[in-house]
C-alpha cells in the first residue's frame, strides 16, 4: 500500500515541480516588461496625480498641499478655456479628414494597376518624416509674402491669407499640416485592411445584384473594413488631441492664443513657468478626457463592427 501511494506521489511532486518551473520563468518573461511600465507609466501618472494637488514649483524642494485650488484656478482660466476649445476644433477637423481622405487614397490605391508602391512611398513619406523639420518647410511654404501658396494666390488673383499669423486662418492651417502628417499612416491601416477582404465577396456581391463600385462599397467593403475603421478612428483621435509639436515650431500658441492646445500649455505652464502643480491638475483633465473619449468611441462604435 505504501509503495503504491508512493508511486502516484511521484508524478504529481513532478507535475507541481514543472508547474512552479514554468511560473518562475513566466515571471521572469514578464519582468521587463513589468518593470518599464510601473517606471515610465504608472509611477510618472501617480506622481502627476499628487502634484495636481500641490502648488509645487520646478525646483522647490517642499511641498504644500492646496486641495482643490489648482482645479478651480484652471476652470477660471480663459487660458485653459482656450486651449479647450482650439484642442475640440482641431480633433473635429483633423480626425474625420484624415480617415476619410486615407480610405479615399488607399481605395485609390488598390484599385490601381500601376505605380502602386510608389504612391504608397508618396503619401507615407510624412509619416517617416521628422516632423518639426518639416514645420520649417511648411513655414515656408505658407509664408505670407514669399510663400508660393501665396505666390500663387496672387497670380490668380486671390488674396494672401497671413496663414501662421492670423486668428482666423492659424488653427486651420495646423489642422491641415495634421490631415497631411496622418493621412500616410492610415493610409497604410486601410491598406491592410483591404488586403484582408476575400475577392470571392465581391463576385458574389455582383451576382447578387451589386454591380456599381458604390454598391460594392456600401456592401462588401465597408462594413469588412469595421475593425480598421474602429482602430484607425481610434489612434487618429489620440494623435489628433496629443497635438504639440507643429504648434510649439510654428506658433507657440499664438497669436493671442488662437492656437493654443492643451499639451502646449501644459508644457508653458510647467517648464516655461515652473507652475508643476497647476500644470499637473491640467495634465490630470488631459487624461481624463482622453480616457472618456476613448471609452465612448469604443463602445458606440464596437457594436457597429463586424468581424468577420
Known sequence: MADTIAALGAPVARARKTISTEGLAAWLLVMPSTLAFVAMLLLPTLATAVLAFTDYQLGETTLRFVGMTN???????????????????????VTPLSIFGALGVALLIEGGTRGRVLFRTIFFLPVVSLLVAMSTAWQYLLHPTIGPVNTLLRVIGLGQPNWFGASDTVLISLGFIGVWQNVGFNMVLFLAGLTAIPRELYAAAEIDGAKGAVSRFRLVTWPLLGPTTLFVVTITTISAIRVFDTVRALTQGGPNRASEVMLHLIYMEGFSFFRMGYAAAITLVFLAVVLVLMLIQTRVLDRRVHYG
Open 71 to 93: 482645479f478651480a484656478e484652471m476652470f477660471a482660466d480663459r487660458g485653459f478655456n482656450a486651449a479647450v476649445r482650439n484642442t475640440a476644433i482641431y480633433v473635429l477637423f
